[in-house]
């Protein structure tokens, strides 16, 4: 006889990575360097004061995100700074390299007599051929080092390390820059222009990741137990003396009613530190207070 009832079906679990909250702290340190670089650009690159452009900052995604814009066809340009520790790349695709050569010198028209150059689609539309000329090439090194210098102390200081030189990378149209798969990127928008274009600023996640943590752990390493033991508050009293009185007398104290004490002013006056005795001393004077000066431990 055979039973209709059915085995639950044992849906797969997928292990997440157990660093998710870092990837989430590489993307926000990601954020924090690219917002004062693209705020920077109108004074890296005057002529977007001209044009009356605008920029923004996109999104911080992994560089594999679907949800990442594509990059526009044609050859690219990038600028890599990097250190032991960590590197940054700005990604400049076709649309961002027409737009900085016709800002800084007209419309970007190719050679013809460069290898992989082609004629412009038109002067409304110019266009790249499939590989950038050597005066192209030249150009963009030349600004390139302009935004290498606005990009490295916004990651030295973040980060807190040294980078190396900048280092430049042409690529043709069938060619694509090699990040690494723990890429993260984000785009510095260039708008309120004809044609919008953007800068793509990509690091390394596990290099973020890893000073990140750095960071945290200086916040919350503690300071040695001493140092602490020092900066607590005790009390320290002086008793100059006890008496008992009944409480008949305590209710018919009044203002200028003097108390005897059954010690003489000149015995010893006992020291106690957070309610332990500790010190003997005698009463003085001192700078027109009332003081007790130690001198002696105190022997029980």
């Known amino acids: 006889m055979q039973s209709d009832f059915k085995q639950p079906g044992i849906v797969p679990f997928e292990f997440k990575p157990s660093d998710q909250n870092q990837s989430e702290t590489a993307l926000l340190s990601l954020a924090e360097i690219a917002g004062p670089f693209a705020r920077n650009l109108r004074r890296t690159l005057p002529f977007l004061a001209r044009q009356r452009a605008q920029t923004r ?105 040294q980078l190396g030189a900048p280092q430049f990378e042409s690529n043709k149209s069938d060619e694509s820059a090699d990040l690494g798969a723990d890429a993260v990127s984000i785009d510095c928008k260039v708008e309120n ?27 919350i390493e503690q300071p040695p137990f001493g140092e602490v033991a020092l900066r607590i508050p005790v009390d320290v009293v002086a008793e100059l003396g006890r008496v008992t009185l009944k409480l008949s007398q305590v209710l018919g104290l009044r203002v200028g009613d003097t108390l005897r004490l059954p010690s003489p002013a000149n015995d010893p006056v006992l020291v106690r530190v957070a309610g332990v005795p500790k010190f003997d001393a005698v009463p003085v004077i001192s700078r027109g207070q009332v003081a007790v000066k130690i001198h002696a431990r105190h022997q029980e």
């Open 57 to 161: 900052l996109g999104e911080a995604l992994a560089a594999t995100d679907e949800e990442l814009p594509p990059a526009a066809e044609g050859p690219s340009f990038l600028i890599r700074l990097s250190s032991p520790e960590v590197w940054a790349t700005l990604q400049f695709d076709s649309a961002a390299i027409l737009a900085l050569l016709d800002g800084l010198f007209g419309s970007a028209k190719p050679e013809a007599d460069e290898e992989g150059a082609g004629p412009a689609e038109s002067s409304e539309s110019p266009s790249l051929g499939l590989g950038l000329t050597l005066a192209q090439r030249a150009l963009l090194k030349r600004l390139g080092g302009d935004l290498a210098a606005q990009l490295r102390p916004l990651v030295e200081k973040h980060c807190q390390v």
């Open 193 to 219: 222009v004809r044609r919008p274009w953007s800068i793509r600023l990509s690091m390394g996640a596990a290099g973020l990741e890893r000073l990140s943590a750095k960071d945290q752990a200086k916040l």
